[in-house]
């Protein structure tokens, strides 16, 4: 009985403290902190701070917010993360939603739009930044398996091939507590504890802070150091990656991928026959930049995907918003937070016509 009682002593401290870091660190919000709970207070109006601390999961972000929808915006905007400043004010609505996503690729767009088709959520225009390297293969990663259900719904059913047992699919972003005394989970976890990292996030309805700032409409205020960049420690950085011959996600990209290709098209076409506006729009890169492209035969396939998705655009009577040449827009290097990305004030000028919709 003593030997019992030792033991039942030496256990239970040890699964509270377990489950006290568990709760406390939850470095993959399963516990004390949830992207339902997120997706709730954004839903509500509230802007979210902490997030890029906390290395959030924007995919499962993003699925709490659209599955927590009430009904469909009026505009949402698809892409990667060079299209995070897109916000409610350039489109005149406050029924606007931002649903990019870091390192975007074909299949989170296919993901996305699964759940808009799965939950019966499509808004009535779909803007879609198709940046250059959506179709190198090369380039793909798996952040995507996130939501790889609703990837695989969307480009089952785009294929012809859903049946009915594949049509459940289904993301769990809320609270989970098995986790609590998971000890896979506290291994991560209790290497936090010395740095003193956990996820936490508070909530403002501040439209700008000093830091990272997940708004209620899905777009993102960049912190202050960001904002107010010096153009000449672009213009160095930019100097140091053309200095490596690197374009982002656009090494090892001798051919824009078919099936990547025909799978954009393909959904263009599901979204056009479930009476959505379609408009793309091409990300514009630095003056620097684009220079370097043009001047390169290795990246020059950016000009290439460019006119490619000029044709589809045409030959699907979709508007076509933007270019890769930043001219268009008359975009300057103090213009931009770093090599890829336009700053929010700068964001509206780069959205202008191309190819009107028929």
Known sequence: MKKWCRAVLFVIPLLLFIGWVNWYVDS???????????????????????????DYNDRNLLAARLSGMEEAPQVMVLGSSRVYTFD?????????????LSEATIYDILAVSGILFK??????????????????KSHDNEKWKELEGYANYMSLAIDGKLSPELTHPRKDTGRDWKKTLSLDYFRYNVTLLPEGKRFAVSYTEDWETDDYLKRSDGSVSYQRELREVNPADVE????????????????????????HFEYFSWLIDDLQQAGVEVILYLPPYSPMMYNYIESEETFQITLEVEEKVKALAARKGIALYGSYDPAGCGLTMADLYDVYHVKAEKTADTYYPVIPAK
């Open 88 to 100: 409610h004010t350039m489109f005149g609505t406050d029924s606007f939603y931002n649903a990019g």
């Open 119 to 136: 939950q019966d959520k499509l808004p009535e225009t779909v803007v879609i930044g198709v940046d250059a390297f959506l179709f190198n």
């Open 28 to 54: 993959y919000a399963l516990l004390r902190v949830t992207y339902d709970g997120i997706a709730a207070q954004m839903a509500a109006g509230k802007n979210v701070e902490g997030l890029e601390e906390s």
């Open 236 to 259: 160095e950085m930019t100097r140091q990656a053309m200095g490596e011959h690197v374009v982002y996600r656009m090494t090892d990209y001798e051919k824009i991928d078919e099936q």
